[in-house]
């Protein structure tokens, strides 16, 4: 029970935050065409919340195949 709750964890903050990670990649291009001086810094946050995502689902994977291992 406690590997299904792990993958389940797993892959809905992943889900959320790879989302919230493009989310901030539009707000970063919107700020590069305003021509805002700070659009790097959005650019640079888009990137490490999206990678964040990625890897979060990357393990909601590892945990699905223990799962599958145990059953």
Known sequence: ??????????????????????????????????????????GTVAMVVTNTGVCLIGQAVIEKIKLEKEA
């Open 1 to 42: 029970m406690l590997q299904k709750t792990k993958w389940l964890a797993y892959s809905i903050s992943g889900l959320l935050t790879f989302g919230f990670g493009l989310s901030l990649l539009g707000e970063a291009i919107l700020q590069k065409g305003a021509s805002s001086s700070y659009w790097g810094y959005w």
